[in-house]
């Protein structure tokens, strides 16, 4: 029987037992309903596109209301003027929400007039009101000044409004990328790794494993756990970001720069990348303990060196892209996977940086295989305490 | 046939095997005999490529065993274990296509054999879920439902009810008598007298009896006779140094005598003491053989029997 098919059977048992189970499918339904949460949710309750509704007690001077209207849309604030009858009708309208503010200038414009609100005062509102009245006033006392009324529009042209290097929406977007991709990739190690690793530990404790050997090899095991909770893994992977995606799309939170398909190809291949780097380190060192509860100490070595590439990635890297720390950090298989999506997500890398960062990990993880497996078949049949490395490199090979 | 061959392995300071070997031949079920940490375990790991010996070969006819050759053996191991959550029938049915089955086959020779065992109606259940009795039965299935050409069971009668005990025991005749080579080790050496044809006796890592168990009590040097004279007070019996007195119980005497005792002679003694009523020759018990066997230090004229036997 062929080597692949072998571990083929081992990657679809794993992946049919665990995928089946409760704890799997809800997760799955939990993460996609917490991820579509939380762009609904603040859509919902925050995202209130509705026009601003300005009353204006009559009788108003004319003008008011155009007035109004452009410093309104010279701001980006839609709102809508309705005229209220009097000042009792003013307030009712306040106190029942039916407008947002108040607005009330005598008609000959002798005094500023107020500007009300029922709680809090819309500072944005109040700006617009302001500044509409103000420039009523002004126009009307130069009107009577014999100014020319042709200069007089001409003066109260804005002026244009530019920035040397505007952030846009996809700066937004690739800084939003990079980061949730850094944390899946973690994420991914932490959860889909440690799975690895309770399954090796769990298919010793059951003892189940001397009888898997005795036709599987560690190395065709080891490689079929990897690949078939990977798969698993993947699958949760793509479902949170369609589910974010989708509804970051629906709710129009963000625009989808046009890198999106690029991002989300390199966060894949950089999050199968590091998961198979990680949970192989974490499955041949969980061949060394005996029981789950020395898993965690078993897989320190792994957590910590996790963290500290995830750490210099977002500090270091997202920092200066280019630095030598993020060029170091991008050839080194343990902070590639988190560093090399979120340089790329910064378009700081070239793409020959990002052909050797694969082959330099591909590389690690094929000696990690070869390695791991050794030591995986001389622990794994250890079943008193914890193995020591060495001893299971000794006792062991295929 | 399989062969082990001079096999050795040490852990530090602990031998494990020095030089172990022996041979199963297929159609023969052999026990696999030898005090607790005499090797045994080892040896069968040794077969399954899960211990590499530090000397030594493990041969399949006459060829090195791979991974390829393993597939067609069947092994329980001495921990037992499956995979507590998964379903029985699925169970049997994976282990089997590891084993090279097409799934298809491997679905339909899981059942077959779970109906065998008495579990056709738990085949959707979960490991777990089942008796002890009948997880050790699940085992077994696992070990012979790809229809290997030899069967390696360490304590396959351990913790089981006599019923179980039945079960296994015909099963292993009956794969035997398809062909199949068994080797499995036990410490119920009445049981291994009852089911096997072959013994090998193990210990310290080094073979010390092997063969037909007919053989090998014919070819011990030991025979009991068991004495039933009415009218004797057994004075008839002093004097003679060829034959130890084992057990005195009225009249009855059990006797250890040599096997070139003059059989003819001894009954005359008897007749002339009183009314014989018994007069039995036997050859000696596995487990005498067995005792024989292991005690670290064997009388000259035991040990070339032995080596004999080994060879």
């Known amino acids: 029987m062929s080597r692949m098919r072998s571990v083929w059977l081992v990657a679809k048992r794993e992946i049919i037992e665990r995928g089946r189970s409760r704890g799997f499918v809800f997760s799955v339904l939990f993460t996609t309903l917490l991820v579509v949460g939380s762009f609904v949710v603040p859509s919902l309750l925050f995202d209130n596109d509705d026009p601003k509704v300005i009353g204006v007690v009559g009788p108003t001077p004319p003008g008011l209301e155009s007035a109004l209207s452009v410093t309104a849309s010279r701001v980006g604030q839609e709102i809508r003027v309705i005229e209220l009858e009097s000042v009792d009708a003013a307030q009712a309208a306040l106190d029942s929400d039916a407008v947002d503010a108040v607005v009330n200038v005598p008609p000959d414009l002798s005094t500023s007039g107020t500007v009300q609100f029922a709680e809090e005062p819309d500072a944005a509102l109040a700006q617009i009101a302001s500044a509409s009245i103000v420039a009523l006033r002004l126009q009307d006392l130069l009107l009577e000044a014999n100014v020319d009324p042709a200069a007089l529009i001409a003066a109260q042209e804005a002026p244009v409004v530019d920035s040397l290097d505007p952030e846009t929406d996809v700066d937004q977007a690739r800084f939003l990328f990079a980061n949730i991709g850094a944390v899946l990739v973690l994420v991914g190690i932490f959860s889909f790794g440690f799975t690895v690793l309770t399954g090796v530990i769990e298919e010793k404790q059951s003892r189940v494993v001397e009888v898997v050997l005795s036709t599987v090899r560690p190395r065709d095991l080891l490689m079929g756990k990897v690949l078939g909770i990977g798969i698993l893994g993947l699958v949760q992977l793509v479902v949170f970001v369609v589910a974010a995606l989708g509804a970051a799309v629906l709710t129009r939170r963000f625009a989808l720069p046009e890198t999106t398909p690029g991002a989300v190809v390199m966060l894949a291949v950089w999050f199968i990348l590091g998961y198979a780097l990680y949970s192989t380190a974490l499955g041949f060192l969980g061949a060394l303990a005996s029981r789950l509860e020395e898993a965690s100490n078993a897989s320190t070595p792994v957590t910590m060196i996790a963290m500290i590439s995830y750490f210099v990635a977002i500090f270091a890297v997202i920092n200066d892209p280019t630095g030598i720390v993020a060029r170091v950090a991008t050839f080194l298989p343990p902070s590639a996977p988190f560093v090399v999506p979120l340089r790329a997500a910064y378009d700081a890398i070239e793409p020959i940086e990002v052909v050797i960062a694969v082959v330099v990990t591909v590389a690690a993880i094929w000696a990690l295989f070869a390695v791991g497996a050794r030591v995986y078949a001389g622990a794994v049949l250890q079943t008193a305490g914890r193995t020591k490395l060495r001893d299971a490199w000794r006792s062991a090979g295929e | ?311």
């Open chain 2, 1 to 311: 046939m399989l062969e082990i061959d001079d096999l050795a392995k040490r852990y530090g300071s602990v031998v494990a095997l020095d030089g172990a070997s022996f041979s199963a031949r297929p159609g023969r079920i052999v026990g696999f005999l030898g005090p607790n940490g005499s090797g045994k375990t080892t040896t069968m790991r040794c077969i399954f490529g899960l211990v590499r010996p530090d000397r030594g070969a493990v041969r399949w006819n006459d060829r090195p065993i791979d991974r390829e050759t393993r597939l067609r053996f069947g092994y329980m191991p001495e921990q037992r274990g499956l995979y507590p959550r998964m379903r029985v029938g699925e169970q049997v049915s994976y282990f089997a296509q590891q084993h090279g089955l097409p799934s298809r086959e491997a679905d339909a020779a899981g059942r077959r054999w779970l109906e065998r065992m008495g579990l056709g109606d738990r085949e959707k259940s979960k490991l777990e879920e089942l008796s002890h009795g009948n997880q050790q039965r699940v085992q077994l299935t696992v070990a012979l439902a790809h229809d290997p050409e030899l069967l390696v069971l360490d304590e396959p009668f351990s913790g089981l009810d006599p019923l179980g005990t039945a079960t296994m025991t015909e099963v292993l005749q009956d794969r035997a008598a398809n062909g199949v080579g068994v080797v499995f080790s036990s410490h119920q050496l009445d049981l291994v007298e009852d089911v096997c044809e072959d013994v090998v006796i193990i210990a310290r890592g080094r073979v010390v009896a092997a063969g037909a168990i007919d053989e090998l009590k014919a070819r011990s040097g030991r025979r009991h006779l068991e004495v039933e004279v009415v009218g004797s007070d057994g004075s008839w019996l002093d004097g003679d140094g060829s034959l130890t007195v084992l057990e005195r119980v009225g009249d009855r005497v059990k006797l250890l005598v040599r096997d070139d005792v003059d059989l003819d002679q001894l009954l005359a003694r008897a007749q002339g003491a009183g009314e014989v009523r018994t007069f039995a020759y036997q050859p000696p018990k596995l487990s005498e053989l067995f005792m024989e066997a292991v005690t670290p230090v064997p009388s000259p004229a035991t040990e070339t029997t032995l080596v004999e036997a080994t060879s």
